[in-house]
C-alpha cells in the first residue's frame, strides 16, 4: 500500500492522538470514579456478548447466587456458563418485551445457545481447576474480585504466573470457610469475639486460648483444617500436566 502520510504528518497525528489521550487520562483522574477506573484496578475491557448482562443487577441488587447460573464450579474444573434456559426461569416471565433480551428469546425458540465470548482465559499449557479451589476456602472474590459491580464483565486478574504462585506459596493469607466462597462482601472476624462466633457457626475446631487475631493466623487454622499441603503446590506439574 502506498504511504498515505507523510512521516512528520504521522507524528502530528501521534501527538494529537496521545495529547487527546493525556486529555482523557485527566478526565478520569479527575472523575470521582478512580479507584473503579481500569487505570487503577489494572481490569481489561470487556468483550463484545450477544445480551448486555450485568452482574450487578442480577448479583449485587437482585441478590442471586454464583450457584444458580454457574452451578458445576463446585463440581468441576470449569465454572460454565449459565444455558438459555437458566435466564428463561426468569425471563420468559419478567421484562419479556425487552429489547436487549431479544437474543435470549431467540435462542431459546430456535433451541440455539447463546455464544459468550470468553473473558477470562489461561493459556492452553496452563492446567486451572473451580472445584479444588472452591471446596477448599478460595473464594471467587479472589480471582474474579469486583465483578458484583460490574455492568459489563471485565477481567480483574491477569492471571500471572507470579499471582497463581504467590496464594500457592502462602494461602494462609486468602483462605476463608468454605462456607463464605460464594460472599463477595465477607471480611475477616476483626476481634476474638466475632472471630469466636465465626468458627463456632461452621464448626471449625481452635483452641481457646489461642483465637485467630487476623487473616494469618485463621488462614494458619484453616490450611490444616482443610488438609491443604502447601509443600506441593509450587511443583511445575501441578499448573503444568
Ligand atoms: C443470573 C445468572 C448469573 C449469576 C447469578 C452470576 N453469573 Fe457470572 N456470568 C453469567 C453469564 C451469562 C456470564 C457470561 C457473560 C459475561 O461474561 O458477562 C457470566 C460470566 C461470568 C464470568 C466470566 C466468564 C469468562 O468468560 O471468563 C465470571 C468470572 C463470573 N461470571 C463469575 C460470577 C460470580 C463470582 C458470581 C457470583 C458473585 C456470578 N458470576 C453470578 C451469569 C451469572
Ligand atoms: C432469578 C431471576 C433472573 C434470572 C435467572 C436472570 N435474570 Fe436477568 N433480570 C432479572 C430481573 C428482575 C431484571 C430487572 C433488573 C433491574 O432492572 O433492576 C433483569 C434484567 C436483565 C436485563 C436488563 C433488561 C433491560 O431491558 O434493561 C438483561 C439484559 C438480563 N436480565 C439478562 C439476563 C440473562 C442473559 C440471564 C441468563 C444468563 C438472566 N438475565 C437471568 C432477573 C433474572
Ligand atoms: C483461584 C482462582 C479462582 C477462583 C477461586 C475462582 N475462579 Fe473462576 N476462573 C479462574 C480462572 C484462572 C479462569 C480461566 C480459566 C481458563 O481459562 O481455563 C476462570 C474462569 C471462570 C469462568 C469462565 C468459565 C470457565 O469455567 O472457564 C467463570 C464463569 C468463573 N470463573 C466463575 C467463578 C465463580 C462463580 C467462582 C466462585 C464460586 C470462581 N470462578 C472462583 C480463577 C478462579
Ligand atoms: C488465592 C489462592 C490461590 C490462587 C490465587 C490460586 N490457587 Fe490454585 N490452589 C490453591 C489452594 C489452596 C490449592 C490446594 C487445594 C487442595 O489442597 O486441595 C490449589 C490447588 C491448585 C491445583 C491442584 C488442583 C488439583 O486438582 O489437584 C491447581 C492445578 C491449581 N491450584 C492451579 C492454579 C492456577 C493455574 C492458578 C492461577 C491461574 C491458581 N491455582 C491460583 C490456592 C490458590
Ligand atoms: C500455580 C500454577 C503454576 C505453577 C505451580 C507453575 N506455573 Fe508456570 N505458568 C502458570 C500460568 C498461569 C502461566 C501463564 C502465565 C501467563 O499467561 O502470563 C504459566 C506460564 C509458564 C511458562 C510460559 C512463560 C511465558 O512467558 O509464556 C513457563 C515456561 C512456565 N510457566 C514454567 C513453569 C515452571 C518451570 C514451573 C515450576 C518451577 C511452573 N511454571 C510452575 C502457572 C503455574
Known amino acids: 500500500m502506498p504511504q498515505v502520510f507523510k512521516r512528520h504528518h ?3 497525528a501521534r501527538a494529537t492522538i496521545f495529547g487527546g489521550l493525556l486529555a482523557l487520562v485527566g478526565l478520569v483522574l479527575a472523575g470521582s470514579n478512580i479507584t473503579r477506573s481500569p487505570w487503577m484496578t489494572r481490569a481489561g475491557e470487556p468483550p463484545d456478548q450477544p445480551v448486555p448482562f450485568s452482574h450487578k443487577h442480577h448479583y449485587e441488587e437482585l441478590g442471586i447466587d454464583c450457584r444458580y447460573c454457574h452451578w458445576s464450579v463446585t463440581q468441576s474444573a470449569h465454572a460454565g456458563v449459565p444455558s438459555t434456559e437458566v435466564c428463561m426461569t426468569c425471563h420468559s416471565q419478567i ?3 425487552s429489547p436487549l433480551l431479544q437474543p435470549v428469546r431467540d435462542s431459546y425458540n430456535n433451541d440455539k445457545p447463546l455464544v ?3 473473558v477470562n482465559n489461561l493459556p492452553e499449557f496452563v492446567y486451572f481447576n473451580h472445584s479444588a479451589h472452591v ?8 480471582c474474579h474480585q469486583g465483578i458484583e459491580k460490574m455492568h459489563l464483565t471485565a477481567k480483574s486478574q491477569p492471571f500471572s504466573m507470579w499471582w497463581c504462585l504467590d496464594c500457592h ?3 494462609e493469607k486468602h483462605i476463608r470457610p468454605k462456607e463464605e466462597v460464594f460472599n463477595m462482601y465477607y471480611q475477616t472476624p476483626r ?10 457457626k461452621y464448626n471449625i475446631p481452635y483452641d481457646p486460648n489461642a483465637i485467630p ?12 483444617h482443610y ?10 506439574s501441578i499448573c503444568h500436566r
Open 169 to 171: 506459596r502462602n494461602p
Open 227 to 236: 488438609n491443604i499441603h502447601k509443600e506441593q503446590l509450587s511443583d511445575c
Open 116 to 118: 459468550w465470548n470468553k
Open 135 to 142: 471446596n477448599k476456602g478460595i473464594s471467587c472474590a479472589t
Open 213 to 224: 487475631r487476623n487473616q494469618i493466623e485463621l488462614g494458619r487454622l484453616l490450611v490444616k
Open 95 to 97: 421484562w419479556t418485551n
Open 10 to 12: 504521522n507524528t502530528v
Open 191 to 200: 476481634n476474638p469475639e466475632e472471630m469466636k462466633a465465626m468458627l463456632d
